[in-house]
Each structure stands twice: as C-alpha cells, then as structure tokens.
C-alpha cells in the first residue's frame, strides 16, 4: 500500500493559466475527498466523491473549479483561468468508510499563482 | 453547523516538557474526533482517533480522550522531543456529512532543546 499519491507536488503558474492535479487514492477506497489549505489555516472541504460519483461540493468550489473520477480510481482537480487567490495547497484524501471513517490524505500539491 | 476550536499558537516547550493541546468541538450527534499532525512542507498524517465518548486513541506517545459532557478531546504527552515540533489539527468527522472532517485552525508546536 503506497498511500494516496498526488502529483505535481508543486506548481508555478501565471494568472489566467489553468492547472491540473491529479490523486491516485489508497487502492479500493472507494471514497476520495479534495481539500484546499491556505497559510495559517486548516484544510478546508472541497469534494467528495463516492466512487465515481461526485456527491457534494462546497461552496468554496466555485465555476472555474472542476473535479473528476471517471472510472472511481485516480481522480482529477483543474483550475480554470486561475486567480492569485487560488494559491494554496491542494490535498487529495481517500477512505474505506470503515468505522470510524478514518481519512488518509497525500501529501498535497502547492499552487502559487503570479 | 459542525466547527472545532483549537489553542492558539505557537506553543514552544523545552524537549521532555508536558504537551497539551486545547481541542473543542460543537457538533451535533456523535461525532467522531481525531489528531492529525502536518510536518513542514508536508500533508497531514494521522496521530489518533477516537470514536465514541470516554475513548482514548493514543499513537506514539500522544493521547486524547473523547469527552462529550465537556465537548473537548485534548491533546496530551508526557515528554515532548523535537521532532515532535509541527502542526497539530484537531478534526471531526460526522456520519451525516459523508463522513467529510472539518478541522480547526491548527496549533504549531515548537520543541527546543
């Protein structure tokens, strides 16, 4: 078992740009969560998919963010026309939903935009 | 709705001091809490959890009791080191929100020898 994975660790781009990161979840977790955590804060919720199927979104996701799970492994999170405000670190999380639903998280991709 | 209340940091100790972090919570139901403890420049990893009320979860040397008639799970050890200086984040989780955390601010602990 190697963890959730996510990739690009880090990522550089100019405003107006959009990114892509991807998360490769703990093998059969069938539930995957994308969090956001900017300086000083805690991580907060972004998604969760269940499978394949996006299920929740908060607010905080707004039109120029889109998340997929196409086949309820690896999942995808893009950022369109990024802003400044969109610098932070990106964290892909997945569980079993055992008891307790223990939530494993990688170990997140930093976006900085300038 | 859901949120967690956390000590403010930063907590700075001499290494072999006594740890405690503050952790709160509102909630509605029963909840389940858990540690999650974030090194610099890294996600986070978990410490411990506990899943019902009078619950201790402990995990190397850490340990928090689920207190519901006070609300709190707290973060206790003994003997801090330095390489226990980091982030801490208390969280939540509630089965009925897909089982989705909500955390607090975090408390950053330094350790110096």
Sequence with gaps: ?114 | GNSVTQMEGPVTLSEEAFLTINCTYTATGYPSLFWYVQYPGEGLQLLLKATKADDKGSNKGFEATYRKETTSFHLEKGSVQVSDSAVYFCALSHTGTASKLTFGTGTRLQVTL
Excluded at chain 1, 12 to 37: A, M
Aim: with cysteine; net charge neutral; proline share 4%.
């Design chain 1, 1 to 114: 078992d190697t963890g959730v994975s996510q990739n690009p660790r880090h990522k550089i781009t100019k405003r107006g740009q959009n990114v892509t990161f991807r998360c490769d979840p703990i093998s059969e977790h069938n539930r995957l969560y994308w969090y956001r955590q900017t300086l000083g804060q805690g991580p907060e919720f972004l998604t969760y998919f269940q499978n394949e199927a996006q299920l929740e979104k908060s607010r905080l996701l707004s039109d120029r963010f889109s998340a997929e799970r196409p086949k309820g492994s690896f999942s995808t999170l893009e950022i369109q026309r990024t802003e400044q405000g969109d610098s932070a670190m990106y964290l892909c999380a997945s569980s079993s939903g055992d008891v307790g639903n223990t939530i494993y998280f990688g170990e997140g991709s930093w976006l900085t935009v300038v």
